[in-house]
Structures are given as C-alpha cells and as structure tokens.
C-alpha cells in the first residue's frame, strides 16, 4: 500500500520507482527485522537490538575500542557509552583503559556475557532461518550479494574506510 501511495505521490517527478521500492523495503524490512528479534528473541534476555549487536560484535571480533566497536554495532559512539553501561551493570561487558593510549577504552565480553550471546546466538539464527525459509538456497544467496553490493556501494559514496 504503502509503495502505491508513493507513486501517486511522486508521479511526474522523473524519478526511478524500482529504486525506491527496494531501498524503502530494505528500510521497511530492517525495522520490522529489528522490532520481530526484540520481541520473539530478546525479549526473554531483557536485551534490545543495539545491546544484542554489541555483545555480538564483541563474541566474533574479540576485544574492541571503542570507535571500532560503535562502528561495527552501527551506533553512535554516544550510543554506544548508554549501551555499555547498561551491559557493564549486567557484568556481561567490561571496559579498561588501553595502557598505551589512555584516552581509548577497550571492550570484551565477560564469561558472563559469552554465556549470554552464546546461549541466544542458536534462538537467534533460528529465528532468521525461519524469515527467509520462502526463499531458496539461490534467492537467498542472489539477496545476500545485493545487499552486500548496496553497502559496499554507500561505504564508497561516503568514502568509510572499512576497518579489518
């Protein structure tokens, strides 16, 4: 309804409605994935999605900064300090100060947060089975590859150096 109603809009407007259907439901999509996990999966945990990225960030990449830690969890450094600090009363993330440059903060996971992420990790990746289980193998991977192409693409645009 919703793309109906935007090209009624637009009309006459010399603009490219496959563009905008699919950027708008990668948008739409994200924020019905987002608000489906915090009910369905991390309700149970008490955790919302931003928490839940970032405890996942630090399970696969080990300890981070800061910096690189926001950037991989897509928030805002600010963002991130309310997320960690809410994580940290939790005892499931500390932070330290790096002993060689005092004013970055380095994150890790505590035993108590493995055990949380890796204990919601399995629901989680079930639950994504379970939304994409109408598409096939080769549906899946075509999707995959575009997306990946769109963000390599806005990286580009914006000139984001991607950290290793």
Known sequence: MAEVLGEKRVAGLRVNLESMALVSNIHRASGF?????????????DLHW???VT????????????????????????????????????????RRTNELERRLVIVNLTASGAEVISG???KFNAEETRIVERLSPKQIQAATEAIRLILATIIELDGIAEEE
Do not use: Q
């Not at 994935?33 to 945990?45: C, G, M, T, V």
């Open 55 to 94: 405890l996942w960030c630090l399970w696969i990449y080990g300890e981070l900064e800061t910096r690189r830690l926001a950037a991989e969890a897509g928030v805002a450094k600010s963002t991130l300090s309310s997320i960690l600090n809410m994580l940290e009363a939790r005892k499931l993330v500390r």
């Open 120 to 122: 919601l990790f399995p």
């Open 33 to 45: 994935i987002r608000d489906h996990f915090e009910r369905a999966i991390l309700k149970d945990a």
């Open 50 to 52: 931003s928490a839940f």
